[in-house]
């Protein structure tokens, strides 16, 4: 397909984009986020001084991507502890501001676990915050080492299924630096395969109706300075027909025990197109997106999120406020009725391979998923 599509890459701003961060100030302790809902217009932060802050941030998608919603609920736990509010109630809160990234709920409780376990052992409220904290450090950091070693991993499954090199990938919804502590998921697998230099093309899908593809990835990949290219989510199968996919690598937002992936909605279309082409589906995603507990694909909650976010269009920087009314601009007549459930579930029988930082599974079976899991536990 002709050049003419790909973007130049002259962004030089750093690839580094920190989307979360802890900060004291003398007016105390406050998580910044970088508000997501405005990039890639503007970017603005967002100062959360407690949970119903974050519990807010969370369900306007100003923080969201699932490894990122692990670590910045468990911030939320230490943000209450250390402002004397009561944790339980905020991990309650927080753990529910959306039901389908368990990453969520794990971090949450990580975070928990240590403030409940240092006034077990006799600490008192202060400790008990300082170990909710530091749990939550330690998992942002976990993540960001965790996000190197899935680069490693996805780039060698990928040179092995595409021996040639020169690989053309196409992504989902939006997986690098922006919902991590490192450089992401599946992002940060394209990144790898740029810096080695046998990244031809990075095509990103818009990914509707909240544009998570063209405003973020967009966004992280010009700063990457690799060649990508946007398309609406509805042009893959054509592209896929003019044989112009290598791979398509996605994240996930959970994984169940028998392997089943769920994942921003328009990931199935995407698997089900590559099985018929002949093209490799893999999912990259840490081992706190696997979930033991929920059987399988028919198990997830799937997050419906409001109508308007399809009624309307939602410009970056329009605010997007209120229950019933988005404050974007109508593309359908008032009243319309939506379908937007945020995410859908591949099962495991399309997907090629799931790259976690313990390597990866292929072909994908609970079994094998356990093995991954249990040497995760295991270090
Ligand atoms: O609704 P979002 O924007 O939080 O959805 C995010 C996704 O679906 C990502 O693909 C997923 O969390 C994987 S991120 C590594």
């Known amino acids: 397909m002709a050049d003419q599509y790909a973007y130049s890459g002259d962004d030089k701003r750093p690839t580094e984009i920190p989307a979360i ?16 809902t405005r990039l890639p217009v503007e970017e603005v932060e967002l100062v959360c001084t407690d949970a119903p802050a974050l519990v807010e941030a969370i369900r306007s998608l100003a923080v969201r991507g699932a490894p990122l919603l692990g670590i910045a609920g468990a911030y939320g736990v230490a943000l209450a502890a250390v402002r004397g509010f009561d944790v339980d109630e905020a991990a309650v809160a927080l753990a529910g501001a959306r039901p389908t990234a368990v990453n969520l709920a794990v971090g949450v409780r990580r975070a928990q676990a240590a403030h409940e376990a240092a006034l077990a052992n006799g600490g008192d409220i202060r400790q008990a915050a300082a170990a909710a904290l530091a749990a939550a450090r330690q998992l942002h950091r976990e993540d960001a080492e965790a996000s190197g070693r899935m680069a490693e991993h996805g780039l060698a499954l990928l040179d092995e299924l595409l021996p040639g090199g020169g690989h053309r990938i196409l992504t989902h919804c939006n997986t690098g630096s922006l919902v991590s502590g490192g450089e992401g998921t599946a992002f940060a697998v394209a990144l790898a395969a740029h810096r080695a230099g046998r990244l031809r093309r990075l095509w990103v899908d818009e990914t509707r109706p909240l544009l998570q593809g063209a405003r973020l990835t967009a966004y992280e990949a010009a700063r990457s300075g690799m060649a990508y290219t946007l398309l609406t989510d509805n042009a893959a199968g054509s592209l896929f027909a003019a ?12 994984i169940t025990a028998d392997g089943s992936v769920a994942n921003k909605v328009g990931s199935y279309p995407l698997a089900v197109l590559a099985r018929y082409h002949h093209v490799p589906f893999i999912v990259v995603a840490p081992v706190t997106t696997v979930d033991p507990d929920t059987p399988d694909g028919a198990s997830i909650e799937v997050e419906q999120r409001a109508g308007h976010e399809v009624t309307e269009f939602v410009a970056p920087q329009v605010p997007v406020t209120g229950a019933e009314a988005g404050g974007g601009i109508p593309v359908a007549p008032l009243g319309t009725q939506a379908y937007n459930p945020a995410f859908d579930v591949t099962p495991p029988e399309l997907v090629t391979a799931i790259v976690t930082e313990e390597g990866a599974v292929s072909p994908v079976t609970a079994e094998a998923l356990a093995e991954v899991c249990a040497r995760s536990r295991r270090v």
Not at 243 to 254: F, M, W, Y
């Open 243 to 254: 044989g112009e996919v290598d791979a398509v690598l996605i994240g996930a937002d959970r």
């Open 21 to 36: 961060r802890w900060e004291e100030p003398p007016e105390g302790p406050v998580l910044v986020l970088l508000d997501q």
